[in-house]
């Protein structure tokens, strides 16, 4: 009786329908990606869309957020599902079957691997110029503001205020910092720009 029930759960999480309805979200979510980039940045937007299990939206003039859309996440680990339950009912474990067996297992692979890297992945850079050495890395995904003091001809005095912090704005107000720290808006996509300056009138 429970292996004819597992049976029918199985062929119902292995519908090819459902496969194809997952696979067209994927290509939602992913054009969507890909337009926010202007607005977020690559890995902001890639944040977003691809390694959330639901796609925020956020209410003009107030600061709640409600589910817009299921994220990559949760589409990609449904699709994980249809594809496993795939290969237990509907394919044939035969050698003339190798190649549909090969491409279930192949997407599979990419939806684990980047499971994998979204969890565990930590990327940065140490550029070293020629004749130089340098003991640290630079990360291209987390900032922080850095606040140093130079005068000091032996060392320089460093107090770094972290992404989060500047996130939530506001006033920064911490008696290990030299002074307070007003956040006036948080950019996470900008381009410093040169202004003209002020002018000054002749009259």
Known sequence: MWRTEAR???????????????????????????????????????????????????????????PLLPGGALVGLALAVNLAAGLLVRLEWRTRRAGLLLAHAGVLLLIAGEFVTAGFADEAIMPIEVGSTRSFTE????????????????????W????????????????????????????????????????TGSG
Request: positive net charge; contains cysteine; glycine residues 8%.
């Open 160 to 199: 770094a205020v972290p992404e989060g912090l500047l996130r939530r704005g506001g006033t920064i107000a911490d008696p290990r910092l030299p002074f307070a720290v007003r956040v006036e808006a948080y950019l996470p996509n900008a381009r410093v720009v040169r202004g003209a300056g002020p002018s």
């Open 8 to 66: 029918a759960w199985l062929e119902r999480l292995a519908s090819v329908k459902l496969g194809v309805v997952l696979m067209a979200a994927l290509m939602v979510l992913v054009t969507c990606c890909t337009l926010d980039q202007v607005r977020l940045g690559i890995f902001g937007a890639v944040d977003a869309w691809i390694r959330s299990w639901w796609v925020w939206f956020r209410i003009p003039g107030l600061a709640r957020r409600v």
């Open 139 to 158: 990360h291209q995904r987390r900032f922080e503001l850095a606040i140093v003091d130079g005068r000091d001809a032996a060392r320089d005095r460093v």
